[in-house]
């Protein structure tokens, strides 16, 4: 067995990680966003982002080996959500109106994230990929899982959170939604 003696800045950039003080903070910065949306703290969980947000779920296509790199929407093509702060905010009020027939009585949610990466920008933001699985439970019998990749750019803040999301591009693996809404934030 052979011991890869290469400090951290000598490996790929693919397997090169932040700290364990920021991965942490990051981690638990992505769960308490995920705590708050299962608890259906949707206007606190608007303070999770920052106001100049892109918060985006690109469509995704089935292709062959030889097309994958067309699989998923580009920025002007299709997406299932393509919203900016004003939009975010305006689904967080439909939602809580009472009026959102998608979603009264509300949705019961749990979020996990697992393998989380971090990674630093030349900008100085984060960028920070993890995969989520989300299930849903919606009245009596009905269940929905959305499963996918989440891709999020993190701005370092000096207020009560520690980041705000300046970016969010959520990739779903399901090409058919088979769900009746996607009136959750994933």
Not at 126 to 155: A, I, Q
Request: charged share 30%; with cysteine.
């Amino acid at each position: 067995m052979t011991t890869d003696t290469r400090s951290a800045d000598e490996l790929p950039a693919s397997v090169q990680c932040a700290d364990v003080h920021l991965q942490h903070a990051v981690e638990q910065f992505l769960y308490a966003e995920a705590e708050h949306l299962d608890n259906h703290r949707y206007y606190e969980w608007l303070d999770f982002f920052g106001e100049d947000v892109h918060y985006w779920a690109p469509t995704r296509m089935t292709r062959t080996f030889r097309e994958r790199d067309a699989e998923i929407s580009g920025p002007d093509e299709g997406a299932f959500i393509d919203d900016d702060f004003h939009f975010l905010r305006g689904r967080v009020r439909r939602l809580t109106s009472g009026l959102s027939w998608s979603e009264e009585p509300p949705s019961r949610t749990r979020r996990l994230l697992t393998n989380v990466r971090v990674a630093h920008r030349e900008d100085g933001d984060l960028d920070v990929v993890c995969n989520f699985s989300v299930y849903r439970s919606r009245l009596e019998r009905h269940e929905d899982w959305f499963v996918g990749e989440r891709f999020d750019v993190l701005r370092h803040h000096s207020g009560a959170l520690p980041f705000k999301i300046r970016e969010r591009r959520i990739v779903l693996e399901q090409t058919t939604i088979l769900a009746p809404s996607i009136s959750i934030f994933l």
